[in-house]
T-cell receptor, first 114, second 108 residues
Framework: SAVISQKPSRDICQRGTSLTIQCQVDSQVTMMFWYRQQPGQSLTLIATANQGSEATYESGFVIDKFPISRPNLTFSTLTVSNMSPEDSSIYLC???????????FGQGTRLTVV | RKEVEQDPGPFNVPEGATVAFNCTYSNSASQSFFWYRQDCRKEPKLLMSVYSSGNEDGRFTAQLNRASQYISLLIRDSKLSDSATYLCVVVSGYALNFGKGTSLLVTP
């Protein structure tokens, strides 16, 4: 199992600003994932954060808007840049060998952009 | 067509009832299947994996039908604490594909 500490748990931000979300894992993991969950919607994968290389972004998400850092095997950050109200959502980090085993999630960051 | 589709509900059932959720998926090459539970304002947590032979964990039974590309979750003797959103998850490649979730409310 993995214990994930994600912060902040929530924030209210002004449009045009940026917010960096941190995710700390209690063990070394190869792959970390960042998801977005908009109200009433399913979790949508934003990107996969790989240690030692650039993140891999899913269709519809770009590095300029969601820059990701992965400085080591236990930590990652996701920045939501130049925010607009449409970015209001819950952002979750996750770890796991997704193809065969349980995925573990951070507690989520509830972002409101005003 | 979405990768994973679920009936969003809500399903309102009395305590002690049996309730079943279905989920369909579009990618026939999908390798793994799971049900996750998400409580209000909480992160998703694994409820159970779904195997081709079907599997049971207490009051919960999960089944997979590869030919028809659907999975199911059966909850027997519903408890108030079962109230939550149940997410169907299908793994294709390295990606977890989530359904929107089915909302269950168990009432006294």
């Amino acid at each position: 199992s993995a214990v994930i500490s994600q912060k902040p748990s929530r924030d209210i931000c002004q449009r045009g600003t940026s917010l960096t979300i941190q995710c700390q894992v209690d063990s070394q993991v190869t792959m970390m994932f960042w998801y977005r969950q908009q109200p009433g919607q399913s979790l949508t994968l934003i990107a996969t954060a790989n240690q030692g290389s650039e993140a891999t972004y899913e269709s519809g998400f770009v590095i300029d808007k969601f820059p990701i850092s992965r400085p080591n095997l236990t930590f990652s950050t996701l920045t939501v840049s130049n925010m607009s109200p449409e970015d209001s959502s819950i952002y979750l980090c996750s770890v796991g060998d997704s193809w065969r085993a349980e995925a573990f999630f951070g507690q989520g960051t509830r972002l409101t952009v005003v | 067509r979405k990768e994973v589709e679920q009936d969003p509900g809500p399903f309102n059932v009395p305590e002690g009832a049996t309730v079943a959720f279905n989920c369909t998926y579009s990618n026939s090459a999908s390798q793994s299947f799971f049900w996750y539970r998400q409580d209000c304002r909480k992160e998703p947590k694994l409820l159970m994996s779904v195997y081709s032979s079907g599997n049971e964990d207490g009051r919960f039974t999960a089944q997979l039908n590869r030919a028809s590309q659907y999975i199911s979750l059966l909850i027997r003797d519903s408890k108030l604490s079962d109230s939550a959103t149940y997410l169907c998850v299908v793994v294709s490649g390295y990606a977890l594909n989530f359904g929107k979730g089915t909302s269950l409310l168990v009432t006294p």
